[in-house]
């Protein structure tokens, strides 16, 4: 028999049918989640190796913030036009084409969707190839002219996976609403993984090449080590690109996916609609908030780029693990219960939501409260080796606990926000979006005279609060409050477990430290093994003093998968 799943309000499943129906629904998303979370981990652990690669030959250099550059223009490009609206627009649509129509169906919107995006990407991929020169300025304005030449050479590498990202894209928006997660879920381990293969196998080989072999489109001109090694990494962005969408083709059946020029398909315009007011934020961020920061960040420290994004990755990691993981679990599950009219079915998606974000408190805290503790030994084991010295770790460090000031309210307002595109709602997000974003301009632009590059960080923090507080107001007057679902205890004994383990590990860390040393790779690795360890056990067993129901049918429920 399946765990039974966290406390519901007594009215919310008055029969014995729709209860049974909830817990099955739970158990499926709790089992989703553990996919998504473990595909997560596999891909942040292959992201990890990434950045240590690129860490460890070319350091905080101007090569890498050549590299970045080359990478947040295509990949900004893809947010804006694909992968920013799968979860928005493309996930709702299709799980209604697979309710109402059928999976023939879906197989024709699939198609009319395939060839629409060929042919739009592959005019952006000409257009990136033709006006690389003019746009890397754009993006990096106080970069000196030597990284700019560099990142117009990279970004005529990395634009063409910009086509195979988006075909990716589609396929897992198909997939998702099929229910299927197990391909997309580790679609970040092969494009992680293929860009670490390619870098190990190229970067020596290119680092040997005479200088004046590597050189700029427009004309040639000498390059250092650094430059003309990263140019590995680039390559290994597009194999990487190709690896992950080729990943997604066994569970499709390509036999029914036929190239097809149905772009007034109903499910098209239904898509177009939702896709619009997601688009307007998008615009906002990729064309004013990401060159906003990085042209900061370029101007305080050299390889300020690089850190802020060494810094954004380790956050990345809690933050897939488990909110990215909780949302695109629930959000099929989500569409389907807001398309019933049912007083039930409404109940059942408060259910699921409210079990979302109770989920998402319990695991979200602790995980923000270890890597804020274990900040520099985390980062001087993962980072700290070749060019990358310790003033690197600590700067990273500091920038890493700022962002992690935010992830909490990340974390919840990732759910909220599908919650409204479960509702076939994106209007309202990308409006708080835009309130949001006006307060990291302003709490950025404010703070940067004193705090530099950290600025940057704590206006991210204050963005995530802004946007879960709007959102769980607007959320919870539309849905008439989320029952009585007690989310507010789940927050307040999550909290206390985490700082009972923050609290253990400040008075235990100097120790250890001392004990166990850090001279080494594998005296690196042990310290943060036995803290993890150690200060995860407290967690729980705080956790389990406190009567976090959650975390306790969530172990209960792997029990019995295991056993099973």
Excluded at 16 to 33: I, V, Y
Excluded at 296 to 323: C, D, H, K, R, Y
Excluded at 447 to 464: N, R, T, Y
């Amino acid at each position: 028999m399946t765990a039974e799943p966290p406390t519901f309000s007594p009215e919310s499943l008055p029969e014995a049918a729709a209860q049974g129906e909830q817990e099955r629904t739970n158990a499926r998303l709790a089992g989703a989640s553990g996919i998504l979370a473990l595909g997560n981990i596999c891909s942040r652990v292959l992201g990890l190796a990434r950045e240590i690669v690129i860490t460890y030959l070319f350091g905080a250099s101007g090569a890498v913030d050549a590299l970045q550059v080359a990478i947040i223009v295509p990949k900004a490009i893809y947010d804006l036009l694909i992968g920013g609206h799968i979860n928005g627009a493309f996930v709702p649509v299709l799980s209604d084409v697979i309710t109402t129509r059928g999976k023939d169906e879906l197989w024709r919107v699939v198609s009319a969707l395939i060839s629409l995006v060929i042919v739009l990407v592959a005019l952006l991929v000409l257009l990136l190839e033709l006006f690389a020169p003019q746009i890397v300025p754009l993006v990096a304005p106080g970069a000196d002219i030597g990284t700019q030449r560099l990142a117009v050479d990279l970004l005529r590498m990395t634009a063409p996976a910009l086509l195979f990202m988006s075909l990716f894209a589609v396929f897992s928006g198909a997939l998702f609403a099929l229910r299927s997660f197990t391909l997309p879920a580790f679609a970040g381990v092969v494009f992680n993984g293929g860009i670490v293969l390619a870098t190990l196998a190229l970067a020596p080989s290119l680092a040997l090449m005479p200088q004046a072999a590597i050189g700029s489109f427009e004309a040639p001109f000498q390059v250092a080590r650094p430059s003309a090694g990263i140019i590995a990494v680039a390559v290994g962005w597009l194999v990487g690109a190709v690896a992950q969408m080729l990943l997604q083709m066994p569970g499709l059946r390509l036999r029914r996916l036929r190239l097809s020029v149905n772009w007034r398909h109903p499910a098209l315009r239904s898509i177009g609609l939702l896709y619009l007011p997601v688009m307007l934020s998008l615009i906002i961020d990729t064309l004013v908030i990401r060159p906003f920061s990085y042209n900061l960040a370029s101007q305080t420290i050299e390889g300020g780029i690089a850190i802020m994004n060494w810094a954004t990755t380790l956050v990345q990691f809690p933050q897939g693990l488990v909110a990215t993981a909780i949302s695109i679990a629930i959000l099929p599950t989500l569409a389907r219960q807001s398309a019933e009219m049912s007083k039930a079915a409404r109940q059942a998606f408060k259910d699921t939501l409210a079990l979302g974000l109770r989920l998402a408190t319990t695991l979200i805290l602790p995980a923000a409260t270890g890597l804020f503790v274990l900040a520099v030994p985390i980062i001087g084991l993962l980072f700290e080796n070749g060019a990358f010295v310790a003033a690197d770790t600590e700067i990273t460090a500091r920038a890493l606990r700022l962002y992690l000031i935010g992830l909490p309210f990340a974390a919840l307002d990732l759910l909220l926000v599908y919650a409204f595109y479960a509702q076939k709602d994106t209007l309202t997000p990308a409006l708080v979006g835009i309130v949001s974003l006006v307060c990291y301009l302003g709490a950025a632009l404010l703070l940067f005279e004193q705090f530099g590059l950290f600025s940057l960080m704590i206006a991210d923090s204050v963005k995530h609060f802004a946007h879960a507080s709007i959102s769980a107001v607007l959320l919870r007057r539309r849905l008439g409050g989320f029952g009585r679902q007690r989310l507010a205890r789940t927050g307040v004994k999550a909290a206390l477990a985490s700082m009972i383990m923050a609290g253990f590990a400040l008075l235990t860390l100097p120790a250890l430290s001392q004990l166990i040393g850090a001279s080494s790779l594998l005296r690196e690795l042990a310290l943060v093994g036995v803290c993890a360890l150690l200060y995860g056990a407290v967690f729980l067993l705080a956790a389990r003093l406190l009567k976090i129901q959650e975390l306790s049918w969530l172990l209960k429920l792997l029990r019995e998968r295991l056993s099973g």
